[in-house]
């Protein structure tokens, strides 16, 4: 599967909470094993787009992203076990087994945050220098609880679902260059329908959502459908067409008083051969 597939993918919905001052994010779930990227792949999918690979700020933030993936799970879409890439990675071989390793995880976006979240035992380091965030909600617990929202370091070519984090000005830099584009269509945005509650940091802002809407997609389902529509309806106007025609020279032939006119010859040998078909079809049996 191409990278232009996962991106076209996960473009249909943005989260955000919020003015334009606080950040925006995508989920790119694939139920689809198959479809799933690798670290590199994922960090380079939500640059085409206009973002970054999550980074995590602040223990608020990762609630957020952790209310977030609950929601997700509990939507209905069948959304299950399925681990998501961070933006936090360590380049390079340097000390990968000694004590000084989780200090060499950096952010892909350049992010200074000091913010761990790490499961219990982990960074391994070893081969294993790309982080992802638990999603296992059906995994059995394990020492340090149940697999979810935690971070792991895994081998950088595993495939996962990912998180695209986008900046105010890469939001509003992403809105303007597509109004410029002449095949720009606003898109309508909607409330995510959760109700706000200010005890719970995740809910400081209300949420909104952009989808890609339902129009453009019965689009894509109407135009292949055009030609064979055309077809039928020409097939239909030259039954309608013959059935006049044959309708008014029967009607000529009553009227008529020769009874060698070209019409009513050709309508009498039309119903002497349907006779003659149907005596040897009776014949026959």
Known sequence: MSLYWCVVVFLGQKICYGDSTHPCYKIAYFQDLSRRLGFQEARLACEIDGGVLLSLESETEQKLIENMLQNLTKSGLGIS??????????????????SACPDLYKWTDGSNSLFRNWYTDEPSCGSEACVVMYHQPTANP??????????????????????????????????????????????????????????????????????TGLIPNLIYVVIPTIPLLLLILVAFGTCCFQMLHKREARRNCFNDSSPLSSECLAESLDSNLVYFSVSMIVFLR
Not at 81 to 98: A, H, K, N, V
Request: hydrophobic share 25%; with cysteine; proline share 9%.
């Open 81 to 98: 076990d399925g681990d998501f890439w961070i933006g936090l990675w360590r380049s390079g071989e340097g000390q990968t087994t000694s």
């Open 142 to 211: 394990g020492l340090g609880g149940p697999y979810l929202y935690q971070w792991n370091d895994d081998r950088c070519n595993m495939k996962h679902n990912f998180i695209c984090k986008y900046g105010p000005d890469d939001i509003l830099e992403k809105e303007l260059g597509d109004r410029a584009d002449p095949d720009y269509e606003a898109q309508p945005t909607v409330p995510a329908g959760k109700p706000h509650d200010s005890s719970k940091p995740e809910d400081h802002f209300p949420v909104v959502v952009t989808e």
